[in-house]
């Protein structure tokens, strides 16, 4: 048994990935911030599911989930830095708060929960961020703040790969995905935006959690300081 923690996990693709490596027997630590009831509600079922309470943009919260961690079990075989937001709007209406913000999830926090989660993990351990086509070539002026943070994500991946090895650091980069948030969007939009994809469809969460998985396993022993685009082929 792993002991593995995904960070914003009580939702969307974080959850999907979570309930992956428990329906597999791991140990998981669901990392939530706000949402503890719909944590609870979604993984009471796991006997293997711990819940834990972390902003990760907060190094005080950061440093108190690692502790927690290292008391319970002593060290992560998988971490997936997951949790991320986003603030969609128009240039006028960005401001320096929200940009700091997104930039602090996205970007500061895979940073701090890799810098204090160091101390736990093996030789053999392995990291997993989730970044995104939004970070590589794929630009929403109205996410540039977004497309920011995991532009830098992917830099901080290579950088923590060269740092940390022979840990294995890599990223997952999806395209659309099918997850409460973007189910929000307008449906014309949907449609022009699927006209982009040879696949002609949004991913659903579970399919990019199996590319995370496949990652983490003994089965991708020999990848390491990539990013794997999963994107249904953008053209």
């Known amino acids: 048994m792993r002991n593995v923690l995904v960070t914003g996990a009580s939702r969307g693709l974080g959850e999907e990935i979570a309930k992956l490596f428990l329906n597999n027997g791991d140990n998981v ?19 293997n599911a711990h819940l834990i309470k ?39 209406d960005k401001t320096v708060a929200n940009f700091n913000k997104i930039l602090n999830t996205n970007l500061i926090g895979p940073f701090l929960v890799i810098k204090y989660a160091r101390s736990l993990l093996k030789t053999t351990s392995s990291i997993i961020n989730i970044s995104s086509t939004n970070g590589i070539d794929t630009y929403y002026p109205y996410s540039m703040d977004y497309d920011a943070s995991k532009a830098g994500l992917i830099s901080l991946t290579h950088n923590m790969a060269v740092e940390l090895a022979p840990i294995r ?45 496949f990652l983490a396993s003994d089965k991708a022993s020999y990848i390491n300081n990539t990013v794997i685009r999963v994107d249904g082929g953008y053209k």
């Open 29 to 47: 630590y669901v990392n939530y911030n706000k949402s503890e009831e719909i944590a609870k509600e979604k993984f009471s079922s796991f006997p």
């Open 54 to 92: 972390c902003d990760v943009s907060n190094e005080e919260e950061v440093k108190n989930m690692v502790k927690c961690i290292q008391d319970e079990v002593g060290s992560l075989d998988v971490l997936v830095n997951n949790a991320g937001i986003a603030i969609d709007t128009t240039l006028d």
């Open 169 to 213: 650091v890599n990223a997952v980069a999806p395209g659309w995905i099918n997850t409460e948030m973007n189910k929000e969007l307008d449906t014309e939009y949907i449609k022009e935006e699927c006209k982009h994809i040879l696949l002609n469809r949004f991913a659903e969460a579970k399919e990019i959690a199996e590319v995370v998985s």
